[in-house]
């Protein structure tokens, strides 16, 4: 028989052990002494170069900011994992989300207001407004800052090009003239011509993008109502069946997403394929590119009103972040994204130190404020501009005369995922029913509107 | 001849009886003061960790996610109570009917491939003589492999160009290139095949151990009877194997009906939504927009989902109680 010494020596073992847990779900607080401790997103996979460049701009950062430390968190936007991060309450403090989310997810109080210290940035009032309203409310108050702006691009192998007898510094300037490459390539090579995201969102993307360039819309001009079902979206699909049924010049991968696609791009298993015009950083950093195969042209235009789409990212605040986190996290903002675009000093050691490390400098990019401001940059960071600048002439050439078309504003992800469908049954059924498809489409699509509206 | 167990011997006098059934039912210091006074304090201090754990990690989610699939939330503002609405938009969704059926498709392909698969890979190997836990060691090592590393590495194989491992051996008898995972025909029985891949050693390990409670001497009498080996394992082997066969039938459905992972992982339910499963489709609800997604009704799919395979499997053991039992 046990004594009762031994029961209630056992017994305070497991109160321990109780305890224990306990204490461990417990939650961290803040420090007494005025320090605040931020953790920001930093792109997840980056080669150590690149590792090396975001720590050294910490430890300027931490420099000019005693009270403030910086813990960095791997973070990179993808539709999915960012609702299971916001829902988690695991985002960074300080995180980047595209253009499209900004306004839902102010209206949804999923971001923290962080307006009052936008307003005392001392370029605050120097924004392209076009590229400011992705990240304000209702009341002109900026939740959300933007750091970057683009314009989708037409990425093409140049070595691919050679291989197929195609001239590198000619990219296709029309649609036809981009099949009959594809093809060629596709028949030289037996990698893919042209290949298209198809998953995660990208689908409907990327078709939006062929849709405005090829001088359709899929959202009205007042953003009421999606026009899914439209001729010009009929004939972008059409022709994406013909490169894929006729031609047989895209490949076999037809589930690409913007980080499968960009690998096999930069592995050289395919010729061409649209993505927003600064990826450049992207291929390198996480995707090893070769520069020397690296060719960008700007999206051939055609009829009536066609325009390039654009779009961006913005530097958010986690809701959960306290006050003096926010005021932190927006001294972040402007210190690592927004100072190496308007502050010569920063600007210029940015782009020294990212040279030094062989990190890219000058992929093209949309102004974020004027066009005089950007002409300004360009000039500070051209020293350091190790980028291979004549290969992407046929687009940084070209680009500013494109029409700019911002991305749909209503349920814009979730009609995305709709023509993800739409296309993927386009690529993997000879017979698919296009004009059934975009019915369909439109049907849902509707339905979402309805439902944002209400 | 063993003994004869005590329940075997000769029926005991009712006197008896009634004594053993007391003293299964009285036991010494029952009632609050007995319990106070016993072992049970320190039993509830002892369970307090396993209780708070169960209750904080799997008791607590499933409260939760009742409570949500009533509710709109994005889990970061108030959530708003709306009854069944949640349930009324899950069941209006077009998309639902095409899940079901791919979440059938693939269950029924996985019974055909995968419930007879382990079963005779098991029997062959009962069969051998040598080097068996070599066997066995083989067979089970796919179940160690992550799963992610697994897709990774079938992707190779399922690559769809001519270059693929798959492609390649099909070149070798003259078999044109197979779209694996982007043609609406083959990317159900390709994730099938992976998945059977992936499983197939865990049940293996089971049939494996319930073959050794198969008595040697029926074997040996039904090999001095001159039966082939087919008549020996239709006659003695299966018949032995046929409870476990049934709980790893009712454990395959279940498992089925959940199927989430190889969709997820090769093909996201595409291509055109032929490889959207249930499961598959409750995480798009909740994950899909990135906004914050429908939790709500993503549980609500969930809790339909989970009543409905209770139901089956309490269907299921009801119907085959006998049978198991016999």
Redesign the interface.
């Known amino acids: 028989m046990k004594s009762n010494t031994q029961r209630f020596g056992v017994a305070g073992i497991a109160l321990l052990s109780a305890s224990a847990l306990l204490a461990g779900c417990g939650t961290s607080s803040e420090p007494a002494d005025g320090k605040v401790t931020i953790t920001v997103s930093i792109d997840a996979g980056l080669e150590q170069e690149a590792r090396d460049n975001f720590d050294a701009r910490v430890a300027v950062f931490e420099k000019a900011h005693p009270d403030i430390t910086v813990e960095a968190q791997e973070y990179t936007w993808t539709a999915t994992t960012f609702t299971a991060d916001l829902a988690g309450g695991t985002l960074p403090d300080v995180f980047t989300i595209p253009f499209t989310d900004g306004r839902g997810l102010i209206a949804g109080g999923q971001l923290a207001d962080i307006s009052q210290y936008v307003a005392e940035l001392p370029y605050a009032d120097q924004f392209n407004p076009n590229v400011a309203q992705a990240g304000q409310a209702e009341d002109g108050g900026q939740w959300a800052i933007p750091i970057a702006a683009y314009g989708q691009g037409l990425h093409y192998n140049r070595t691919l090009f050679e291989a197929a007898g195609l001239d590198p510094d000619a990219p296709p300037a029309t649609w036809d003239e981009v099949r009959e490459y594809a093809k060629k390539i596709s028949d030289a090579t037996g990698e893919a011509g042209y290949a298209t995201m198809t998953s995660s969102n990208t689908g409907g993307w990327i078709l939006t993008t062929l849709v405005n360039a090829f001088g359709g819309r899929t959202e009205n001009a007042d953003a009421t109502a999606p026009t899914v079902d439209s001729e010009a979206v009929a004939e972008v699909l059409q022709y994406l069946h013909d490169l894929r049924w006729d031609d047989d010049s895209m490949g076999a991968n037809f589930l690409y997403d913007w980080g499968t696609i960009n690998q096999d791009f930069a592995a050289g298993r395919i010729g061409m394929y649209v993505s927003g015009g600064g990826n450049y950083g992207n291929l390198v950093t996480q995707n090893a590119l070769n520069p020397d195969d690296y060719g960008l042209a700007v999206l051939p235009l055609q009829g009536d009103d066609p325009g390039l789409l654009g779009g961006g990212t913005l530097a958010a605040v986690s809701p959960k972040a306290s006050a003096a986190e926010q005021r932190a996290s927006v001294d972040w903002i402007d210190f690592y994204y927004l100072a190496k675009l308007v502050d010569e000093d920063t600007v210029v050691e940015t782009a020294k130190l990212a040279a030094s490390l062989d990190q890219p400098v000058g992929a093209p990019e949309l102004p974020v404020f004027g066009q005089e401001q950007f002409a300004q940059y360009q000039s500070w960071i051209a020293p350091y501009v190790n980028v291979p600048v004549d290969q992407m002439a046929p687009y940084t050439d070209a680009i500013f005369d494109q029409p700019l078309i911002a991305e749909p504003r209503v349920a814009t992800q979730d009609v995305y995922a709709l023509l993800d469908t739409v296309v993927q049954a386009v690529l993997t059924d000879q017979n698919a029913d296009i004009a059934k498809l975009l019915a369909d489409a439109q049907t849902q699509a509707e339905a979402l509107y309805a439902k944002a509206a209400q | 001849m063993s003994q004869l167990s005590p329940t075997r011997s000769a029926p005991p006098a009712p006197a008896a009886v009634d004594a053993v059934a007391h003293a299964r039912t009285r036991r010494p210091g029952r009632g609050i003061r007995g319990w106070v006074g016993g072992d049970g304090?320190?039993i509830i201090?002892?369970l307090?960790?396993l209780l708070?754990?169960f209750g904080?990690f799997s008791w607590w989610p499933i409260v939760r996610a009742v409570v949500m699939s009533f509710q709109k939330t994005?889990?970061?503002?108030a959530p708003e109570w709306v009854g069944l609405q949640n349930f009324v938009n899950v069941l209006q969704d077009?998309l639902l009917g095409t899940a079901v059926v791919n979440t059938l498709y693939f269950a029924l392909l996985a019974l055909l491939m995968g419930y007879p698969l382990p079963l005779i890979a098991a029997v062959l190997m009962s069969e051998v003589r040598r080097a068996r836990g070599l066997y066995s060691a083989l067979a089970y090592l796919p179940v160690i492999v992550p799963p992610v590393v697994g897709a990774l590495l079938w992707k190779f194989f399922y690559?769809?160009?001519?270059t693929?491992v798959f492609n390649v051996i099909l070149g070798w008898f003259g078999i044109p290139?197979q779209?694996w995972?982007?043609?609406?025909s083959l990317v159900m029985p390709s994730l099938v095949l992976f998945a059977t891949w992936s499983a197939a050693g865990g049940t293996i390990i089971i049939y494996l151990a319930a073959l050794v409670s198969v008595p040697p001497e029926l074997y040996d009498a039904a090999e001095v009877d001159g039966a082939s080996i087919w008549r020996k394992i239709w006659h003695i082997t299966l018949p032995h194997l046929r409870g476990v066969l049934l709980i790893t039938f009712i454990l395959q459905i279940i498992g089925t009906a959940q199927v989430f992972l190889e969709p997820y992982l090769f093909?996201?339910g595409?291509?055109?939504?032929s490889t959207t499963t249930i499961l598959l489709l409750i995480y798009?609800y909740?994950?899909?927009?990135?906004?914050?997604?429908d939790?709500g009704a993503a549980t609500a799919l969930s809790i339909m989902l989970a009543i409905v395979l209770a139901v089956f499997s309490r269907l299921y053991f009801r119907l085959t109680r006998n049978w198991s039992t016999s």
């Open positions: 304090p320190h201090v002892f307090l960790p708070f754990s904080l994005n889990l970061v503002s077009p690559d769809g160009s001519p693929g290139p779209n995972l982007s043609d609406q093909t996201g595409g291509p055109a939504n798009k909740a994950f899909q927009n990135s906004l914050g997604g939790y």
